[in-house]
């Protein structure tokens, strides 16, 4: 659905050139929802805005639903931008006018007749449960009704992206759930393709099918959720799946494996390490959801010697399994 090849933004600026993006190839899958995350200046914005067409790349392209809009020509992108519809953390409502006028407008913007535009809209607003507040002014929503008139804004002229800037930031926990909860119905009930930039784990861990990690414009890791989380010791596997606590105690060797349930059954994998005697200490052994996945994880403490066999049975059990430095043998994993 998307695809972009050594995409390169390059910012003149009178200090030297801010290289923001720096030869980016990624595929984002029709029909998921794919996350971009990164610290601040990573470059997911100008990723975005890339992908919006509002934004030039220096190099490289970007083709979104078949057609390369980054070669697009001025008067075409405009059509093109229909294609893609944006999500801000902040929604910028026009406040004189009612919810359903604010979802109306891109309609009013595209040409499309009265009577269809009210169609449309009620059916808009009933997909994001707010059919009862058609005629209410923004100033009378919860920033969690507002950013669903936002979304359903976003949806008026069907497309078949759907980007997302940093969308539940400003929400509190239980408002953030249902959002992220509407993003996945959106995907599953339209089929639509989402693209989510956030800084928090959670988000990617409640909603995304697959996640990019960027860091000085260059993609370090992706992949779908259980490929990037069963790369055990990666920054994503890191942050999507984090170490638990372990009692202290004397550490030697630390071998951990990070396995998705339906590749590996949680009885093969932790029956790998059973039997091995009472030297091979098991710190943890834990299984949780992820989005749709369930993850295990297993940490294992082991006499130097006796590192590699412990590797070589959890390897045979289909696990990816990680030894911990050798110098590191004293030291928690995090
Ligand atoms: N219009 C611009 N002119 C010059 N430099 C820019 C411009 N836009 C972005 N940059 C620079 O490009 C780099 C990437 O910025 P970008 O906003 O894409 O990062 P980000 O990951 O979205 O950060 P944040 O999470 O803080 O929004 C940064 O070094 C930024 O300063």
Redesign the pocket.
């Known amino acids: 659905m998307i695809e972009l090849s050594g995409l390169r933004?390059v910012?003149p600026?009178p200090g030297g050139d801010?290289v923001?993006?720096d030869g980016i190839d990624l595929t984002v899958e029709r029909g998921t929802v794919h996350g971009i995350v990164?610290?601040?200046?990573?470059?997911?914005?100008?990723?975005i805005?890339c992908l919006t067409g509002l934004e030039r790349p220096t190099a490289g392209t970007v083709t979104v639903d078949g057609v390369t809009i980054s070669d697009l020509p001025e008067n075409r992108l405009r059509t093109a931008r229909r294609k893609t519809g944006m999500v801000f953390q902040h929604v910028n409502l026009l406040d004189s006018r009612t919810i359903a006028d604010n979802v109306a407008y891109p309609l009013e913007v595209a040409g499309v007749r009265r009577a269809q535009r009210a169609a449309r809209v009620a059916e808009l607003l009933d997909l994001v449960d707010l059919g009862h507040r058609a005629s209410a002014y923004p100033a009378q929503l919860s920033g969690g009704q507002k950013q669903r008139v936002g979304i359903a804004r976003a949806l008026a002229t069907e497309p078949a992206v759907l980007l997302c800037d940093e969308p539940t930031s400003a929400l509190d926990g239980e408002t953030t759930r249902q959002i992220l909860g509407l993003v996945r119905d959106l995907r599953d009930r339209l089929g639509i393709t989402v693209v989510v930039?956030t800084?928090e784990p959670s988000v990617v861990r409640e909603t995304c099918d697959a996640v990019t990690l960027?860091e000085h414009?260059r993609v370090v890791q992706s992949g779908t959720l259980a490929q990037v989380v069963t790369q055990v010791g990666s920054p994503l596997s890191r942050a999507l799946v984090p170490v638990p606590d372990v009692p202290p105690g004397r550490r030697r060797r630390l071998v951990e494996a990070v396995f998705a349930t339906d590749a590996v059954s949680t009885a093969t994998a932790f029956g790998a390490v059973a039997g091995l005697g009472d030297d091979v200490e098991v710190l943890s052994a834990t299984v949780e959801p992820l989005g749709a996945l369930r993850v295990g994880r297993l940490l294992v403490d082991t006499p130097q010697e006796r590192t590699d066999e412990v590797v070589a049975r959890l390897r045979a059990a289909g696990l990816d399994p990680l030894a911990a430095p050798a110098g590191d043998a004293g030291q928690e994993v995090a």
Do not use: F, P, W
Not at 38 to 47: E, F, H, I, V
């Open positions: 933004k910012y600026s801010v923001a993006l990164g610290r601040s200046g990573a470059g997911k914005s100008t990723l805005r930039i800084h960027l414009g």
